[in-house]
């Protein structure tokens, strides 16, 4: 069992709320975080198609059977039941009677939207983190292969080549989640629109043409790629365009939740494959970014990450607003250490005001140095 680093702020939670949901893509460990940490609690899952029908059909006998200590998993299939929830919870008046947990996070928002806001708390559970990792001792110090296996909990769990796991995983969202969200009639040009995605890693978001490499509309490549935000599959990095000039880049870049599946759609076969590889920068860069988003969702922290484009080309890869104080970084998947690494931050702090303290590099090298431009850390002294 692999220890959880969300599941302090879920047994916190847990004391203030009456329900607390978890939400995060298919597979990342929800189900067995929940069953862990509340061993006590009765599970029940509505993807099993007898208590679906139960709960649907007979909310209020569901609820007479689990009035408290439950833990119901894929709690979006049966929407209306959120109301009877809302119901008996307000007429308990207690905290900790309910976890909802689902990977379908449009549907699940939409339906605590509509009757618990207010009385829920909603966690994010994304694949494992590399101090996760490092702390259940199977992280690896290799950057390829951690780059290609990727950090969802089954490949180490049950020892699943990641050849294995991922096409099966993307088959399972596209015929079961998609679905579900969104009426998409041709999945065959669906999935070639995901790898379409993968191979836009680390890049500013053209969605006219993504949109045309793929044979649709920009509409439909905007409905397409929201739902791959809403399943936990893409994730959109912000521009920072508020205080410095209007000749910034406006739109997002796009990164994947985990370089593993980033590296399946792009038919890599191997770690090896990946040291020539024309995207391993971007895989680096993205796995960097993946790295901050589990850092801040497993304190129950929502990020305020962005970056920095600028029509003459200065870029910054992060900037991290998610603290008091606003944090620059460059990444780079070189070993070797250059002083050129810093030439953006420079210019970028010149016109923003910002010290060497706030300023860092995170390479793929062995050294770890403070300059007088700034902090420089491999990438494991970054997250562990």
């Not at 702020?9 to 009456?18: E, H, T």
């Not at 969605?207 to 649709?216: P, Q, T």
């Not at 690494?341 to 702090?349: E, Q």
Request: proline letters at 4%; aromatic letters at 12%; glycine letters at 6%.
């Amino acid at each position: 069992m692999i220890e959880r680093t969300l599941k302090d702020k879920l047994l916190q939670l847990m004391q203030k709320y009456p329900v607390v949901t978890l939400t995060g893509p298919r597979q990342s460990g929800k189900s067995t975080l929940l069953k862990n940490a509340f061993s006590d609690f009765n599970y029940v899952s509505l993807e099993d198609p007898d208590n679906r029908i139960f709960a649907t059909d007979d909310p209020k006998g569901f609820l007479k059977t689990y009035p408290d200590k439950t833990i119901i998993d894929e709690a979006q299939k049966v929407p209306q039941l959120f109301s009877y929830i809302q119901t008996h919870t307000d007429s308990a008046n207690k905290t900790g009677m309910y976890l909802l947990a689902g990977s379908q996070n449009f549907l699940l928002m939409e339906a605590i939207g509509q009757s618990l806001a207010g009385r829920t708390a909603v966690l994010k559970l994304l694949p494992l983190s590399t101090r996760e990792m490092q702390n259940a001792k199977i992280e690896t110090q290799d950057i390829d292969t951690k780059l290609f296996k990727g950090s969802y909990p089954r490949l180490f769990d049950k020892d699943i080549p990641p050849e294995d796991f991922y096409p099966y995983y993307i088959q399972t969202y596209v015929e079961c989640d998609v679905r579900q969200v969104k009426n998409i009639g041709d999945l065959t040009t669906f999935e070639k629109f995901i790898k379409l995605c993968a191979g836009r890693i680390g890049q500013v978001l053209n969605v006219s043409s993504l949109a045309g490499d793929c044979g649709i509309s920009v509409s439909t490549a905007n409905s397409w790629l929201s739902v791959l935000e809403t399943g936990y599959i893409c994730y959109m990095l912000q521009p920072d365009f508020n205080n410095f000039s209007k000749r910034v880049i406006k739109s997002p870049k796009l990164y994947f939740y985990d370089t593993g599946l980033a590296c399946s759609l792009l038919q890599i076969s191997s770690p090896e494959q990946l040291k020539t590889h024309y995207l391993r920068g971007g895989l680096f860069e993205n796995l960097i970014i993946s790295e901050f988003l589990k850092h801040y969702y497993n304190q129950g922290i929502t990020p305020d990450l962005r970056y920095f484009r600028d029509s003459s080309g200065l870029e910054i890869d992060l900037l991290d607003y998610t603290g008091l104080r606003r944090d620059v970084y460059e990444v780079k998947a070189g070993a070797t250490f250059s002083t050129d690494y810093f030439k953006g931050i420079a210019k970028y702090c010149a016109f923003s005001g910002l010290s060497a303290d706030n300023c860092t590099v995170i390479y793929n090298g062995d050294k770890r140095m403070v300059t007088s431009n700034g902090k420089v850390l491999n990438f494991y002294d970054s997250f562990m």
